[in-house]
């Protein structure tokens, strides 16, 4: 604890979270009085970031007023019930996270939030918080909330995981970038800047969205997931520069139709899970930045799927996921063979009863498949980068039960020893060792596969000699993809599976 206070006199930085602190050390506050030795006052700089979050803290010091240069505060996740008065001296306060907490702070009582942020005839005079740019209050049981016109520089709101019925506008907010709001019970949206960015309202209870022209000139990401949307308004059509769209698990039997209102998208993730669709506008196929579609759990056919997936659509430059699970298909569109940058492909439980019609070793890019409950041909052993694939609960017969409850890496060793050279499917495949095949990882649509002490040897084994270099690049990405927005449940799944697997080569090597 002394090297860390010692170093935050030394960089006005100082991290304390996750230290089970049931009290802030009066260091923290007066530095000066609490040097060692060797030290000079002159070297001791100004707190500027403090991180207290994830600790047992009951209650804030009153000495956080001697904090006058603090900017950065952090408070997460403690056993808060009361801010304290003196927060509202802290003028050059930026940042405040104030969130995770299982119950409400008594925000009325103690500061009452008038105090903090708004200047009113009806208040003291202390100085306010107005230079705040980030507040995060999420995950609290905060069913009001005052007015917050006065937090002019406000650029990222973060009241998620409440009991909000009802928003204060803010519209007044000239500067502020991203609102999320998900997580509570709003039957409106609160009158919102035009220089938005970012809106996140999903798991709410709204019905229609009357602000989207307002919020043309900025919006590039939408979040509207589980909601009570019949129907999305033809004014989604001016959100000029929208890239991410989630609309998953609300009531639209269809999306807005016509090239005048997909084509200025430029989506490039687009999620209708979970709802009525039973079909798609074709102009989603000519989206020149569409990455991720995303439509699982619909009513979805194959002409449907065929009239955006075919050899001349666009989007087989740049689709990357593909995601159709729990739809009304009964094959694979054969255009899906065109689609060469595909890495994640997602059709379990439809009624499909092979997947030959598609060229699979044109697909060299794909790494995940997820087909069980249908039938896996032999040729998706072609698929040189395929790292992930899930047969769980297909009727085929050309690899034995045997080979799948040994897992992906016997799966796959299988499908291109087949795939390589013509054999006898009626026989066991020939064995060669284990380390020469690529690296997979197993995904399943609900569990892990079944766990036997000779697939943990066997696991334990399979490592592909690779630098250490480019799998510290190979997990960075990986993070950095997990950290993404609208990442599938599946998609995300496998990305945990597959970090355990490098973070596992990693750890050999080093």
Same mark, same amino acid.
């Given at each position: ?67 006058? =240069?603090? @900017?950065? #505060?952090?408070?997460?996740?403690? *056993? /808060?019930?009361?801010? !304290? +008065?003196?927060? &509202? $001296? %802290? ?126 000139? =900025?919006? @590039?990401? #939408?979040?509207?997931?589980?909601? *009570? /949307?019949?129907?999305? !308004? +033809?004014?989604? &059509? $001016? %959100? ?147 790292? %992930? ?122």
């Amino acid at each position: 604890m002394q090297r860390t206070l010692r170093q935050s006199r030394q960089s006005g930085a100082l991290n304390l979270s996750a230290r089970d602190l049931k009290d802030v050390p009066k260091a923290v506050f007066f530095p000066n009085m609490h040097m060692e030795s060797d030290e000079q006052h002159w070297e001791c700089r100004d707190l500027v970031k403090l991180d207290l979050s994830y600790n047992d803290l009951v209650a804030v010091p009153a000495d956080v007023e001697q904090l006058q =240069a603090l @900017t950065w #505060l952090k408070l997460k996740q403690n *056993q /808060l019930t009361d801010i !304290p +008065p003196q927060l &509202a $001296s %802290l003028t050059s306060l930026v940042y405040l996270d104030l969130s995770k907490y299982d119950y409400p702070f008594h925000l009325y009582q103690s500061v009452s939030w008038c105090d903090l942020f708004i200047p009113a005839t009806s208040c003291m005079k202390p100085p306010h918080l107005t230079k705040l740019r980030s507040v995060s209050v999420q995950q609290n049981l905060l069913e009001t909330l005052p007015p917050l016109s006065s937090l002019v520089l406000l650029e990222t709101l973060d009241v998620s995981k409440n009991k909000l019925a009802a928003m204060p506008a803010l519209d007044a907010l000239r500067r502020l970038k991203s609102v999320d709001l998900r997580h509570n019970r709003l039957d409106d949206l609160p009158t919102l800047p035009s220089t938005l960015t970012m809106l996140f309202a999903g798991h709410n209870r709204l019905r229609d969205l009357p602000q989207l022209e307002r919020l043309a000139p =900025a919006l @590039t990401v #939408l979040d509207v997931r589980c909601n *009570q /949307l019949d129907a999305l !308004p +033809p004014s989604i &059509a $001016s %959100l000029d520069f929208l890239t991410s769209l989630d609309v998953s698990n609300n009531n639209l039997s269809d999306l807005p139709p016509g090239r005048s209102t997909i084509d200025p998208l430029l989506s490039s993730s687009l999620a209708a899970e979970n709802n009525y669709l039973t079909s798609l506008p074709v102009d989603i196929a000519e989206l020149p930045r569409l990455q991720a579609l995303r439509v699982q759990k619909n009513r979805l056919t194959d002409a449907a799927l065929a009239a955006v997936v075919h050899i001349t659509a666009p989007i087989r430059y740049t689709l990357v996921e593909l995601d159709v699970r729990n739809n009304n298909l009964t094959k694979v569109p054969p255009g899906l063979s065109a689609f060469q940058l595909l890495d994640t492909l997602l059709v379990s439980f439809n009624q499909i009863t092979a997947l030959d019609g598609v060229h699979w070793a044109n697909m060299t890019k794909l790494t995940s498949c997820l087909a069980s409950n249908n039938r896996i041909p032999i040729e998706l052993g072609q698929t040189v980068h395929l790292r %992930l694939v899930n047969i769980q609960g297909n009727p085929q017969r050309h690899i034995r039960s045997s080979v799948v409850q040994r897992g992906p890496h016997a799966v796959l060793q299988h499908l291109q020893q087949v795939a390589e050279k013509p054999v006898d499917l009626t026989r066991a495949p020939a064995k060669r060792p284990l380390d020469q095949s690529p690296s997979a990882t197993w995904q399943s649509d609900d569990e892990s596969p079944p766990s036997t002490k000779r697939r943990a040897t066997e696991d334990s084994n399979v490592l592909i000699p690779v630098e250490t270099k480019s799998l510290a690049q190979q997990i960075e990405a990986a993070e950095a993809e997990m950290d993404g927005f609208g990442v599938s449940s599946a998609r995300l799944a496998a990305l945990k599976k597959e970090l355990a697997n490098l973070r596992k080569q990693q750890a050999q090597h080093e």
